[in-house]
């Protein structure tokens, strides 16, 4: 009767723990506790019919059992959850997965005017572009360097990464200008721009570029020319932060995530600065409740399960050369103004900190 019902049990834990891992892993780890808490209260309920908890050390193993199968669950059931994220290519051209045309909105890039306007913005500083064709257009990126003199950090900055989070590619001509109107702001730092990351995809509305993938899945294979000039850029320019301008699907408030390099401590520093200008951050984001208010660091534990997955983001290259990544993360259910003016102002914020780091 006691291994039956302990069979039962267990199969309820596991059960209910993967259940519960797909709604998120801060909830499935307060259920596992929960569910192990009555597994106990049972066991001790079928040790002693009085229902005075009188287990033996048997019994206690068995419990541990249990719990350990529910652990595996839960691992194995998050690794299966970000697999799903960590697809590189999907094997569709950019015109078949529009953002834009998906949910009924205008692509707000005119590619060709918004690729003078940066080439405008940037003049004061070394520019090298580049282009991939696709479909016989030739779509344009540009490598912007700016050095002043005496620098002592240098920070490199990825827009347009995705093709369908317009924010930061349109956030870096707005920041160029007002840098080029008072260079003394930060006059010892370099800075290496790259912009539009996802040319092809910034034209058309895609989160993947001409080829149908995810450039920031392809750090480890580095099958892609974006992913290619990225990751040669990095190894030329060794800046001291790497800063990545991405959007939210709007299912939480902005927030900045980064690898384990860069301290919370940092990472508050920033989000104060940034909540001083009244925007508002993320209490929970990526499944988790945020221990501080828009920020998340990479921990152990999901550095572990983004291996055995495989997403091999920037972040993730970022720490395998010894590099700080942080990602910025903006709420794309606001206005695109609203936006642009978040993602700017968290550069600056960041570069004004960046002797913190």
Not at 94 to 116: A, L, M, R, T, V
Not at 193 to 200: A, D, E, R, S
Not at 230 to 240: D, E, F, T, V, Y
Request: with cysteine; charged share 20%.
């Amino acid at each position: 009767m006691k291994n039956k019902t302990l069979i039962i049990l267990g199969g309820l834990f596991l059960l209910s723990s993967v259940g519960a891992g797909y709604i998120a892993p801060i909830i499935f780890l307060k259920w596992a506790l929960f569910v192990t808490l009555i597994a106990l209260f049972t066991l001790g309920i079928i040790r002693d019919r009085r229902s005075k908890l009188h287990l033996t050390k048997k019994t206690y193993l068995k419990a541990i059992l249990i719990i350990f199968l529910v652990i595996i669950s839960i691992t194995i059931t998050d690794i299966f959850k970000t697999k799903k994220n960590s697809r590189l290519c999907q094997g569709e051209k950019p015109e078949h997965s529009q953002y834009y045309k998906q949910n009924g909105i205008k692509n707000p890039i005119e590619f060709e005017k918004y690729i003078i306007d940066l080439h405008t913005a940037s003049r004061f500083a070394s520019i090298t572009p580049d282009s991939i064709e696709y479909n016989g257009i030739n779509y344009k990126y540009l490598t912007i360097n700016y050095e002043p003199v005496n620098y002592t950090k240098r920070i490199l900055i990825i827009a347009s990464v995705h093709g369908d989070e317009p924010a930061g590619a349109l956030a870096i001509p707005k920041f160029l200008a007002d840098l080029e109107k008072d260079k003394n702001k930060f006059q010892k730092i370099a800075m290496t721009i790259l912009c539009p990351m996802n040319p092809v995809g910034l034209a058309l509305g895609s989160r993947e570029n001409e080829c149908g993938c995810n450039i920031n899945r392809d750090y480890k294979v580095a099958n892609q020319k974006e992913t290619k000039h990225i990751m040669n850029s990095i190894k030329a320019a060794r800046p001291n932060l790497i800063l990545d301008l991405h959007e939210n699907n709007g299912n939480w408030e902005t927030c900045l995530m980064a690898n384990t390099l860069v301290s919370n401590n940092f990472g508050e520093l920033i989000c104060n600065e940034l909540q001083g200008y009244s925007i508002d951050l993320a209490d929970y984001a990526f499944d988790l409740n945020l221990q501080i208010k828009g920020w998340h660091k990479r921990g152990a534990y999901r550095e572990f399960i983004n291996r055995l997955a495989g997403l091999n983001d920037l972040m993730w290259y970022g720490q395998t050369i010894n590099i700080p990544v942080i990602t910025v993360e903006c709420d794309q259910s606001l206005p695109l103004d609203n936006r642009i003016s978040i993602t700017e102002n968290t550069i600056k914020a960041i570069l004004r900190n960046i002797d913190k780091l």
